[in-house]
């Protein structure tokens, strides 16, 4: 009996590899289990191979865990690909009739006749997917009625006699890999309660990041389809109108952020999702958003690059593009949510900050979080805090300023439709008024303002405090990390806290502007810090070097740009090397 | 009207601004003519919301009194739509030149043609680009030497009136800055037309286009026979493909299209018809 497991299904895209494994994660989740999935899918709709890995357990999860404890392979590719990233003692399970394994395979591995009992149970060799579904549900010793009751609720559409035939194949799985020794290991415990997850939910990054939107008061979305953010367009177009907003597929990303653009200076709190090569595009007209003061949300869930990339895989190497890229020099807020949960709790803050700065405000999540579904608890729907921007009182109309030069930098604005004054907000640099104006005087007053607005956050941060700050009195050494790599990192400092190490970790979430005193304050005290990313240039290192006094601590960077999030053991080893 | 009821003259509806265009700019009639068009309508100044982009064109925006966002270079199609979308109460007009529009601006017209949004677009057309001082542009006429077709222009020009009657507009005219009370009444009747109404608008530049001066288009410009039926989609496409005349007027106008403001307004009440309005129910669902 073991309490925590990890699971991988792999073999052809569009053959049901995911659909299967999510039936799974459905089922353990029923039962009371805790969840963490990650998916590796191909880049083409069939063919290629897709990969789905959960991890089950009967405590909270934060991260993906180890490698496989068991894989099932569904075909050649499956087994060429992953078995041999097994954890020890990890057994490979694969249709004989679609792969064989090679004379020297390390690792226990079994046949499993998916194909041959899917046709003698059937006559379809798609049941072979429930056939698999069943055998893991057995090997796992999760209840079958949990499994069984959601195979009947998905094919119940098809009628009577699909279902029976589908209970069939299911019932004929089920005991199929039962009784073999080296698969007695596998059996999960059985959680506390079964109704543990109750009131819990499944959700992925992309679908918390839409629902924090809505929380946030987004009322306008455009955008263009793009691995790995379509979803995230996809849910606002099937939910936004009936929350009176409104959303545009557009004809591009550059058409996307210009009708954001548009609709935040009518009034509406507007969003756009894309990854790297949209936020490229999109480039020129974030300059001119931070030019002409518009609250903007650009959400980008990042993925492997550069150029087309890896679009289906992860990668955190956006982040010198999100803080600078435009022409010239343009102040913008950039955000990194750290889990699934937080997609939801810094899609809201994003929106705040928008409007309380007029800002664009750049969100960055990744391919890893976005897709990942986890058990969770209900996101907070009740008393969400709202900022809206500020409106210029009935004094100041008589000679509106609009970009009025002020201590905090930001200045009432007033939105087309309303009454008693009126502005032109421009690209080309203006006066206070928002007239065209190249003196060299104003020019230094309006840079100024507009980059005192990044101060005035920055020092707020420093007292407000931002993402985890966790220094332990006499801690030597501490781990830096950004995005969704908290988890991972979370559990391994846990772990060693636990063993009686100490290990200080830092985990912002705003990452521009840096509250550097914060930063200066957790590096001090150590002697060496580990800067951790997902890309191969340590683009954060970079940015804490610019930006931050480090005197005696020595930094490292640990890098990995492989299109796989890093694993706790591989944050362990990091540790280990540099401790 | 103004906020105190009383009425609107077209002075009162220019900024404070002085236009840096050069004297004799085609662009000043369609200033004065625009003026008109807003005085006759007597719309509310708080209602305006001019987007323009980059060019001499451009600082349209600028000169009238009125919300305006001047944006980036050929974008300013889809952030009209944005604004409209997000208040479609307001009185949303584009303005820009034939490189803003055509080129650079060239892939949006499609898409908003087939969205419809209520929005008057106003292309400036000088054949040039004045702004940064005398290249080709989309509409230059074939032999045209530039700084940048030293040799001359080899390739033939766009043809706009083509171009939108092929995308679908369901309002296409033309008219001459010269010709200020004519290039009025057809920025009213582009602003009534419900949907997404272009004016084409030719405006000489007298100090980069030697070629498209005033003295060439008055030569060439002829009204829209009498009798031309707008409904007629054939009669426009032979009026703007017409070899012998250059016309102005209305070309083609289609008042059966929905507008994007329909649309929209017709997925949100099928979307509120089945999906959840609170966060709380849409949570359940997952």
Known sequence: MRNDITVRIAGEGGEGVISTAEILTRAAVDSGLDVFTFRSYPAEIKGGLAMMQVRMSTETLTSIGRDADVLMAFNQEAIDVWADRMSPGGVLLYDPRHGTVPPDYPFAHMQIPLHETAMKETGARIAKNIIALASMVGVLDIPPHFARDLVVKQFKRKGEEVVANNLKAFDAGLGALNGDERLRNMKLARPASETRQAGRVILSGNQTLSMGALAGGCRFVAGYPITPATQVLEFMMKHLPAFGGNVIQAEDEIAAIAACLGASYAGAKAMTATSGPGLCLMSELIGMASMSEIPVVIADVMRSGPGTGMPTKTEQADLMYAIHGSAGESPRIVLAATSVEDCYYQAIRAFNLAERYQLPVILLSDQSMGYRTKTMDRPRTDNIHLDNRVHPDAAALEDYKRFADTDTGVSPTMTPGMEGASYITSGLEHDEWGHASYTPENRARMTAKRFRKMETLARELETEGDGIFDAPAGAEIGIIGWGSTEGTIREVVEKLRGEGINVAHYHPRVLHPLPANTVKKFIAPLKKVIVLEENYTGQFAQHLRANVEFNGTEVVRVNQCSGLPFTPDEVKAALAQHA | ?286
Request: glycine share 10%.
């Open chain 2, 1 to 286: 009207m103004s906020e105190e009821g009383i009425l609107l003259k077209p002075k009162d509806y220019k900024a404070d601004v002085e236009p840096i265009w050069c004297p004799g700019c085609g662009d000043f009639g369609d200033l004065a003519a625009f003026t008109q068009a807003l005085a006759a309508m007597q719309l509310k100044t708080s209602d305006i919301c001019i987007v323009s982009g980059i060019g001499c064109s451009g600082r349209f925006s600028h000169f009238i009194k009125g919300y305006a966002y001047h944006t980036a270079h050929g974008r300013a199609v889809p952030t009209a739509i944005g604004v409209k979308t997000a208040n479609p109460k307001l009185k949303v007009f584009v303005v820009g030149g034939d490189g803003d529009g055509l080129s650079i601006g060239g892939g949006h017209l499609p898409h908003a043609a087939r969205r419809n949004p209520d929005i008057t677009y106003m292309i400036l057309d000088n054949a040039i680009y004045g702004l940064t001082k005398g290249q080709t542009s989309p509409t230059s006429p074939f032999g045209m030497v530039t700084s940048t077709s030293p040799t001359g222009l080899e390739d033939p020009p766009l043809d706009p009136l083509r171009m939108f009657l092929s995308y679908g507009v369901g309002f296409v005219a033309r008219g001459f800055s010269s010709d200020v009370k004519g290039v009025a009444k057809l920025v009213q009747a582009a602003v009534e037309h419900r949907g997404f109404s272009i004016v084409q608008l030719i405006s000489p530049c007298p100090t980069f286009n030697q070629v498209i001066t005033f003295d060439f288009m008055k030569e060439r410009v002829v009204p829209i026979p009498e009798g031309h039926d707008p409904t007629d989609i054939d009669a426009a496409f032979r009026l703007a493909l017409d070899p012998d005349h250059y016309y102005t007027g209305v070309f083609y106008r289609n008042d059966r299209l929905a507008t994007m403001e329909d649309k929209l307004e017709a997925q949100r009440k099928a979307t509120m018809d089945r999906q959840p309005r609170t966060l709380d129910a849409l949570i359940s669902l997952y």
